[in-house]
Each structure stands twice: as structure tokens, then as C-alpha cells.
């Protein structure tokens, strides 16, 4: 039986964890960003999606429903420092001020390693990681001055385990698991928790090919992909894979007053893929 939940479920178990807590969620077009964005809205939470993608954006305004006044959209290529820059800012100001800091945007691409171009290889590294960092550097002034200040990145099953053919991205959010122990480290006394998730096994747009913008973000393995080496990438708990908002609620956790004693740390999510 697949581990999905309703929005509706949500609003009754978690109505008011989010109430008067501002967020800024980069990624928030589809996948896991946008079930993050859902989640918090549906938890009284005063949200801006920021993403790539502008018909991503809109879809999650749709599926918001009567929680869309709380919400507002941003296109913002995290890519780009300017962008960044200017994206976190309008959104900082949309909500006057900032509070809770999600990282989900990143892209996953993979190849042999062998035929891998270094243009291919610095892509995801500069979308996942530098992107990341960027968002971080510039909403930390905002967060210093928020309230249970809490930043949420996104590492993967990736970081600390074998998925072949995905160097660049394995890297990527490796880098990013240890930046979160750095930035929680360095913040600690300062009021801003940092923690991470790991997600693996996750049905979204990155994992089965194609984002809200109908653009492939998938895996795209090589043709001639051993397959066998994938044979432990399944669920222990035999339900499949689960849906993006499994992580968010995951996410909506550790970015709440429950999570209040968590940093420097990540909590993978995976359904026993990885024991």
C-alpha cells in the first residue's frame, strides 16, 4: 500500500504547527519542493515558492487551493547569483522576514563517468551545491532575525551510499551534508538550526524524468546501464516508492518547534532502502 497522504489529513493532524512562521522554499515547482510547500501551507504557514520554473509555479498555486493566499511564487534560477540575490530578497520582503529556509531545488543528471564532460560534471555541482550555498549566504541576514530560525537542506541516499553512474550528483550532495554540519556548527549560538534530509526511493519529478515544466531532470541512465547494480536501491518495507510528500512531512518536522533540538544532522528517508 503506497505511504500517501492527503492534504486534508494534514490540515487535521497539523493545523496550526506553522502559524506565524514565515518560509522561503527554493525547488517549490514540483516534486518534493512543491509537497514541502504544501505541507507548510496546510500546517498555517505563510510561504514563498521560488523556482526555475514558471509553469511549475503555477501548478503548485492550483493544487494550494484556499491556502494560496499565504502563498507566493518567485521565479529564481539558483544557479545565478544575481538572481539569488534579488529572489531572496523580494521574497523576505513578501513575507516580512524569515523564518524557515527549505533547500530542495537540484537537478540529477547521469552518465558514465568516463563519458562525462566537465561542462556536465559542473552543472549539478553548481545547481546543487553552489546553488544551495547562494540561497543560504544571502537569507542569513533575514534568518538572524527571525523567530525558531530553521534551514532545511536537501542531501540524498546518494551521499554515503553506491548509485552508479550519478558521481556528479552523489558529490553534489555530499558536499551539501557536510556544509550543513559546518553551518550548523558555526550558527549554533546564534539562534539558526541547520539539519538535512536524505531522500531515497522517492517517486518525483527528478527521479521519473520530468519536471512540472515537462523538461527531463531524470536520471537518463546510459542505454547500456548495468541494472543489476541497482538491485539493492529498493524499499525494504515493500510498498514501493513513496510519494515527495513522505520527505515533507519529514521536512515540516525538523523545521517546526518539534525539531527544536535538532541540527547539525540528517535524517534519511528511504524506507529502509539503506539499512
Known amino acids: 500500500m503506497p505511504l500517501r497522504r492527503t492534504v486534508t489529513d494534514m490540515d487535521m493532524n497539523y493545523a496550526h504547527r506553522y502559524e506565524g512562521r514565515r518560509a522561503l522554499v527554493t ?26 520554473s514558471e509553469p511549475g509555479l503555477k501548478d503548485t498555486v492550483e493544487k494550494a487551493g484556499a491556502h494560496a493566499e499565504r502563498l507566493t511564487t518567485l521565479v529564481v534560477d539558483i544557479a545565478d547569483e544575481t538572481s539569488v540575490r534579488e529572489g531572496v530578497r523580494a521574497a523576505t520582503e513578501a513575507l516580512g522576514g524569515l523564518d524557515v529556509l527549505v533547500n530542495a531545488a537540484g537537478i540529477l543528471r547521469s552518465s558514465h563517468t568516463g563519458q562525462t564532460s566537465l561542462a556536465d560534471f559542473t552543472r549539478v555541482l553548481t545547481v ?13 541576514p533575514a534568518l538572524l532575525e527571525g523567530r525558531d530560525a530553521a534551514v532545511v537542506n536537501f542531501s540524498s541516499t546518494s551521499a554515503a551510499f553506491a548509485h552508479p553512474y550519478m558521481a556528479a550528483y552523489a558529490a553534489s550532495k555530499g558536499g551539501i ?9 558555526e550558527y549554533a549560538g546564534r539562534g539558526i ?3 538535512a534530509v536524505q531522500p531515497g526511493s522517492i517517486s518525483s519529478g527528478m527521479t521519473d524524468g520530468s519536471g512540472a515544466s515537462g523538461q527531463s531532470v531524470g536520471p537518463g541512465l546510459p542505454e547500456d546501464a548495468d541494472m543489476a547494480l541497482f538491485a539493492k536501491l529498493s524499499p525494504a518495507l515493500g510498498r514501493g516508492f513513496a510519494g515527495p510528500e513522505t520527505v515533507a512531512s519529514v521536512v515540516a518536522m525538523l523545521a517546526s ?13 528511504d524506507g529502509g532502502t539503506h539499512f
Open 128 to 140: 546543487n551545491l553552489v546553488g544551495t550555498f547562494l540561497v543560504i549566504r544571502e537569507a542569513v
Open 257 to 269: 518547534e518539534d525539531g527544536r533540538f535538532i541540527t547539525g544532522t540528517e535524517v534519511r528517508v
Open 177 to 185: 551534508q557536510s556544509m550543513t554540519h559546518a553551518l550548523a556548527a
Open 27 to 52: 525547488g517549490g515547482g514540483s516534486g518534493i519542493g512543491q509537497a514541502t510547500v504544501l505541507r507548510l501551507l496546510a500546517e498555517g504557514g505563510s510561504v514563498v515558492a521560488a523556482d526555475v
Open 193 to 195: 538550526r541547520f539539519t
